[in-house]
């Protein structure tokens, strides 16, 4: 390795010390054990990473980076050398991916190669199974965390839908907030598997007041029941084209129609939690049903993202 590239490593070591210090406190301020520590502070890493525990999520942006197949290995491993080191952590708990660089949630419904590497991991006093080997996606969206916590404090006693519910995060947050009753709606089996198993692990065995259903959320909200719900969480894909699907989704264009039809399910004051992860997404307020929108998107970016996140998000009272 050169003296250039030498220096290039340095850096990279340095910055994560620095970021280590300072979020590295913050999370054990906070209690937190599962957070982003870096994702592409310096132009010639491209990465994203983060603590899962004791284990690391490396993912690697895909990008035209101008190395052969063996230069690129070569640099891989002195990264994954310096990201231990400076982090404590061994290497053999780094899990590596390559992801390409979207607008949105990235392959929610696509698994890799790989060997099945599931463990438990706790967030606040609620324990999630996550897999950082076999997905693009680790089974639990760091972001959300804040917001996961305002709904699991919006839910005693309420009837909450969760759509596009993915591992069922927030069906977990709902249910240890005192829910009523908890619907969990995704059009992928495996992934409702996971969040029945995530509401299993917390103590919330399978009982009427919890419900998965597989199902094409857009045509779900056409079927349900007017004014049945207290609480909607409604985090979407930017676009999805799956062939279980009647029509394909573009939260860009479709957005409105999705959260009026929310808005109908709900009960009057009602509540409805919408994000997306659409970088160019504007909220077309003139086609929503008359109701109370508050951009909470500030307010629901944690210590982690706050130079990273493109998430928005929005409390809509009906």
Known sequence: MSTLEDDKMIMLGN????????????ARRLGVSCYRLY?????????????YGDKLYVAEYKRRHGMTEEEHD?????????IAGVLNVSEQNIFLKLRQRKAG???QYQKIEGVRHEFVIQEKDLKFIVNLSDYLDTGL???HRITRQMVREKSSDNKVLNLFAYTGSFSV?????????????????TYLNWAKRNMELNGFTDTP???????????????IPRGYFDLV??????????????EFLDIGRDHAELINDCLATLRPQGLLYFSTNYRKFVLDKEQIKPAMIRDITKATTSFDFEKSSNRYCWRITK
């Open 74 to 82: 070569q640099w891989m491993d002195a990264c994954l050398k310096v």
């Open 39 to 51: 994702d592409h502070d310096l132009p010639e890493f491209p990465f994203c990473i983060e603590f």
């Open 141 to 143: 969206f760091l972001d």
């Open 173 to 189: 947050y709902a249910a240890s907030g005192g829910a009523s009753e908890v619907v969990s709606v995704d059009l992928s089996q």
């Open 105 to 107: 949630r990235l392959g």
């Open 233 to 246: 969480v409604l985090d979407p894909p930017t676009f999805s084209n799956s062939k279980r699907m009647e």
């Open 209 to 223: 007041s919890y419900k998965y259903i597989h199902a094409d959320v857009k045509q779900y909200l056409k079927e």
């Open 15 to 26: 910055r994560l010390e620095k970021l280590l210090r300072h979020r590295g406190k913050q």
